[in-house]
């Protein structure tokens, strides 16, 4: 299969050890970044959002390009073959790998998402994501969404076509060192999800999972403080989106 790398990078810092593993894949690429740099295959883009720099990256994919991948410059690809071989069985239209973090909140976070995302998609993971070209052209452009990766989840779902969660294929990344990040994270996360439902028709069982996530978010005390501002960064972020945030980008500072 014909595929090209899309990876997205903040500034410069981690370009170079991106550029490597992608070479020792022998995938072809662009790279997307927030800063100028004079470098082969890396395209500056001022920063909007994801959904901009994902809009901009795909004018640089070849037309004969079968599968395009979306990676973050900020993880490390492992077994990426088992994704790649799930597309190629047609077992899937796209494909998102497991989220492998070492420390922090999101180890605990995962441990339960995942337990859900086995037996329905209510979120796509964007560090490392597999999807046809020909149907990813039917969703261009990407509209603004500060959740970009599950937009194009809950799309591929409204199309009537299947997404997998590889769990053998997985990314290594750093993400949320203390419980009260990760409450500014589930903050963005949640209102860019809320954002994606209110653009896309994913399944009901979808639906009806946000539908009701405000009202037993407060379960979540039980896992103790990381619980409490898992709770506090889902409600919030509901709270933001119901009052009519529809930015692409999370501000901290957003006057709402």
Known sequence: MQL???????????INDKIRELEKLGFPYVIVCGEPVEMPNVVYRSPIGKYDAINFGLGFVPEDTEVV??????TKIRCFDCALRILEGKQASLVFAKVGVKQGPQISFYALADTLRR?????????????????LRRLLPLKKCKSEDS??????????????????????????????????YKRRTTGGIYQALSMTKPPALVRLFYMLLPFFSPLL??????????????????????????????KPNYER
Do not use: Q
């Open 221 to 250: 005390l039980l896992a103790g403080k990381n619980g409490y501002y898992w709770s506090r960064g889902i409600i919030l972020g509901y709270i933001d989106h119901a009052r009519g945030d529809r930015t692409g980008a999370w």
């Open 151 to 184: 937009y194009i989840s809950f799309k591929v779902l409204e199309y009537g076509e299947r997404v997998a969660f590889c769990e053998d294929c997985y990314v290594e990344t750093v993400r949320t060192a203390s419980s009260k990040e990760e409450e500014g």
């Open 69 to 74: 991948v979306f990676n973050d410059v900020d």
């Open 4 to 14: 090209f790398f899309v990876v997205l990078a903040r500034d410069d810092s981690l």
């Open 119 to 135: 037996w329905v998609p209510i979120f796509a993971s964007g560090e490392l994501m597999l999807l046809r070209y020909d149907l």
